[in-house]
């Protein structure tokens, strides 16, 4: 019998991807929506529309990772053999706009859904979804014993949210691990975000439909990789004897400037006439370079990011390229790869 996962964020870049891949191992996948008066779930209808996916079972249950008693409830109900907490209020530059809600939705509800857990007797392996933002200061490359420095209130939530999930598994024995990801993007990545921003742009100006870009701070430097990718090192962690804490990352470090430069040289655009500076995308506090050093999931996870910069820049554009020309010429749009 295949066992059953629990993905909260589902509907996210990274749950969406998550969902192909285990559903592609035999799951059955249960994954957590809030309730609002819009469905967002655009990266993940295609499953529902296959026939195929849906004989792998795939559900999607109403839920709310602050209502602690409702998620008690519902694992009980499902029992789950896996849960991978990826919601929360991923935006690093809107968690200075909004603190106290990403501090509750990023930090606070990663304590709610392992106490849940312990509250409802299962025995689940959790994985919870930390982030290079924690290290923020700290000098690179960064690794699993790099003290945190976050220069964020996400990257202050997801610090709590991962002594939390240590100080659960140290003293309730539970199989809890934490996947330190460094910037993971793909064409499903959110708008806001800078390098979807980047291409989306692209294949905007390329279309005729915009022709400035505004971005903040070009010379920050990071290590981005493709989240397919990094999703089968979630799930790497949880079929390990021991429960353990990794970085993922690519260990290649690229500026914002080197990331447009190659995105834009691929559509056949010089950037430089077209981005411009706006102060209001800078942050507070910067966090100046982040480059992960991967050497442990390579070592005990047999991982190792296939995907680097230039290439990632590549996928998103050709992606956005073909998702705008879509768009105008009306057909359905599905989200790329």
């Known amino acids: 019998m295949g066992k059953t996962a629990l993905i909260t964020g589902v509907t996210g870049q990274d749950g969406s991807y998550l969902a192909e891949l285990l559903l592609s191992k035999g799951y059955t996948v249960h994954g957590i929506v809030r309730r609002s008066s819009t469905f967002n779930t655009e990266r993940i209808d295609h499953i529902y529309q296959d026939p195929q996916e849906q004989n792998r079972s795939f559900v999607l249950h109403h839920a709310d990772l602050t209502d602690g008693i409702a998620l008690v409830s519902l694992l009980r109900d499902l029992r789950p053999d896996e849960i991978y907490n990826l919601g929360a209020q991923s935006h690093v530059r809107v968690s200075f706009d909004a603190p106290l809600y990403t501090g509750d939705v990023t930090g606070l509800s990663a304590l709610r859904l392992l106490e849940s857990v312990r509250a409802s007797g299962i025995e689940a392996r959790v994985y919870q979804?930390?982030?290079?933002?924690?290290?923020?200061?700290?000098?690179?490359?960064q690794n699993e014993?790099?003290?945190?420095?976050?220069?964020?209130?996400?990257?202050?939530?997801?610090?709590f949210a991962?002594?939390?999930?240590?100080?659960?598994?140290?003293a309730y024995g539970m199989y809890a691990v934490n996947g330190?990801?460094?910037?993971?993007?793909?064409?499903?990545?959110?708008?806001?975000?800078?390098?979807?921003k980047i291409t989306r742009a692209i294949a905007r100006i390329k279309a005729g439909l915009?022709?400035?870009?505004?971005?903040?701070?070009?010379d920050a430097v990071r290590d981005w990789g493709y989240a397919p990718e990094y999703v089968d090192a979630m799930w790497r962690m949880l079929q390990r004897?021991?429960?353990?804490?990794?970085?993922?990352?690519?260990?290649?470090?690229?500026?914002?400037?080197?990331?447009?430069?190659?995105?834009?040289?691929?559509?056949?655009?010089?950037?430089?006439?077209?981005?411009?500076?706006?102060?209001?995308?800078?942050?507070?506090?910067?966090?100046?370079?982040?480059?992960?050093?991967?050497?442990?999931?390579r070592d005990l996870l047999d991982w190792k990011a296939q995907v680097k910069v230039a290439e990632l820049a590549r996928i998103m554009v050709d992606a956005d390229i073909r998702q705008v020309a879509d768009q105008l010429s009306g057909a359905t749009i599905r989200i790329d790869r």
């Not at 979804?129 to 490359?141: D, I, L, N």
């Not at 790099?146 to 997801?158: D, E, I, V």
Request: glycine share 6%; proline share 8%.
């Open 210 to 218: 915009q022709d400035r870009l505004y971005l903040g701070n070009l």
């Open 180 to 196: 330190i990801l460094f910037n993971h993007e793909s064409p499903r990545r959110g708008e806001t975000f800078v390098t979807r």
């Open 162 to 170: 991962y002594w939390a999930t240590v100080n659960y598994r140290e």
């Open 129 to 141: 979804a930390s982030s290079s933002e924690m290290f923020g200061a700290a000098p690179p490359p």
């Open 145 to 159: 014993h790099t003290p945190f420095h976050p220069r964020s209130p996400y990257g202050c939530a997801k610090v």
């Open 241 to 297: 004897d021991e429960p353990e804490d990794y970085v993922v990352a690519t260990g290649e470090a690229a500026t914002v400037r080197q990331f447009l430069e190659v995105a834009f040289e691929h559509a056949g655009l010089d950037w430089t006439e077209h981005v411009r500076y706006d102060p209001k995308y800078e942050r507070p506090s910067e966090v100046d370079a982040l480059i992960g050093d991967a050497s442990k999931a």
